[in-house]
Nanobody, 124 residues
């Protein structure tokens, strides 16, 4: 069983940056792929990107490519999401999720464990 806790959300002005962290406990995530998603009110949960267990492969959704960066520190059992050039459309609850080792999924159903989410609000 993996417990995931996101942190680092908050209120930021348009054009600003935030760095989200996802700390895992219960077991190591060093053998798991990890993903970041977000969900705005009234919308489906959106895939933002994912990182392989080794960090050697990273994928991004077109909506965030070039602005968001995913990284991981397996020694700290933590995954990060660096978000730059934020705009009001990025306002949502952000979630991290743990998936299988050999596949980085891009849909929520491919992930087995989820954090509780952290709110990100971007003001104009």
């Amino acid at each position: 069983q993996v417990q995931l806790v996101e942190s680092g959300g908050g209120l930021v002005q348009a054009g600003g940056s935030l760095r989200l962290s996802c700390a895992a406990s219960g077991r190591t995530i060093s053998t798991l792929s990890m993903g970041w998603f977000r969900q705005a009110p009234g919308k489906d949960r959106e895939f933002l990107g994912g990182i392989s267990w080794s960090g050697g492969s990273i994928y991004y959704a077109d909506s965030v490519k070039g602005r968001f960066t995913i990284s991981r520190d397996n020694a700290k059992n933590t995954v990060y999401l660096q978000m730059n050039s934020l705009n009001p459309e990025d306002t949502a609850v952000y979630y991290c999720a743990a998936g299988p080792r050999f596949h980085v999924g891009n849909s929520p159903g491919e992930y087995n464990y989820w954090g509780q989410g952290t709110q990100v609000t971007v003001s104009s």
